[in-house]
Structures are given as C-alpha cells and as structure tokens.
C-alpha cells in the first residue's frame, strides 16, 4: 500500500505539468468600439507624459511580417492616430493560423506574415532603417514585438475567449523619447456566410418533373 501511494505522488506532477493547446486566432475579426479604448487618446496622453513629441512614426505596413499594427507612416511625428489610417485599416482582421505560422491581412488589405516560434525577422521600412519582428507564447497568448532601428518598439499581446467569440489585441508603444501607452482592442468574430444550396442543372430538373409525372 505505501510503495503504491508513493507511486501515484511521483505521477502527479507529471501528470500537472501536461501543456494546454494552443489557441486558433483563425477567422475574420470586427472591432468592437465600445469595448475598445481609444488610440487618439492614449497616444495624446503618450506625447504629454514624455514631455512633448513622442517619436512615433508608426509602423511600415509594405512589409509582410509583423502584427496587426497597421502602416502609420502616413502619422509623421505627430503621433496622431486620429488622422493616421493606422488605425483605421484595424477595424477588421482577418486572420489564418496555422501553427507555427500567422497570417493577418488588415481592412486595407496588408498582409502580415510570421511564425511563433520566436525566430526573428527582418524587413525594410518605407523610412529605411530595418525592422525586426519576433513571435512567441506567453502563458497561453500569443506575444509579437516590433522593434524598428528608428521610432518606438510595439509589443502586441493576442488573447481569445474560450468560446471564439472574442479576440483582444493589447498594443503596448514604448516611445522613443520614453513616452509610453497601451491600447486595448476588442473584436468580435464575424459569422461565416451560410453557403447558398447547388443550383439545380437543367438534367436535375427534368428528373424531377420524371418523377412527378411517374406518381
């Protein structure tokens, strides 16, 4: 009876230690307003804390790694999100993931590719300079940084409610000048379209009308 308790203790943690899947951000995503915070202003909030401008220029969107930050170029200095299509390209997601690699195509149609095992890529920017991207898991979430030789570092952090309702898109900025904020976007997923039944070949239809008239 001992030897046979000790042997079930010494199965317990291996039995704790088994890993959860991964989760699948498959699928087209809308965003949701009213759960998600405001760009414009976090980012005001950004330049005030750091004392003035906050050397966010965006992100390049010509390149084809990345997360789902957008191009922002178009921004300047200003930081101005408001203005930037940055954000607005956000409003929709659509996202194909197959493990290890994630494709997320944005609403102005900017395909950003990587994988999730933490290998590092590189990509030129409209500005110039180079950008280097990685993806990894973080306890369950999928975690990408941005970190472009010129402008602020962006460390996106993607979670997904059990029931593939919801996607969050955390976006932490960390200025160049010190500056940083956090952006909150929530989306909803968007049902697939019922698939419309064959249409009926002029063969299918004869037959039918066959049958009727054998009845």
Do not use: C
């Not at 280097?132 to 402008?151: C, F, H, I, M, N």
């Amino acid at each position: 009876m001992i030897l046979a308790f000790g042997i079930r203790l010494a199965a317990s943690p291996a039995v704790a230690a088994e890993t959860l899947p991964l989760p699948d951000y498959s699928g087209v995503w809308k965003l949701n307003r009213e759960l998600s915070d405001d760009p414009a202003q976090a980012l005001k909030d950004m330049r005030g804390s750091s004392g003035g401008s906050s050397g966010w220029h965006g992100r390049g969107g010509r390149g084809r790694h990345g997360g789902s930050g957008g191009s922002g170029d178009e921004a300047g200095d200003s930081g101005g999100a408001a203005e930037s299509p940055a954000f607005a390209a956000l409003e929709t997601l659509t996202i194909r993931h197959s493990e290890p690699e994630v494709t997320i195509v944005d609403g102005a149609g900017r395909e950003h590719r990587f994988t999730t095992d933490g290998r590092k890529s590189e990509e030129e920017r409209s500005r110039g300079g180079t950008t280097k991207v990685s993806a990894a898991w973080k306890d369950g979430r999928l975690e990408v940084v941005t970190a472009p030789e010129r402008g602020p570092k962006w460390t996106e952090t993607y979670a997904i409610t059990a029931d593939r309702t919801q996607l969050t898109v955390t976006t932490k900025i960390d200025g160049a000048r010190g500056g940083s904020a956090t952006i909150r976007r929530v989306y909803d997923a968007v049902p697939d379209e019922p698939k419309a039944p064959p249409a009926e070949t002029p063969a299918q239809s004869e037959a039918d009308d066959d049958s009727v008239s054998a009845r």
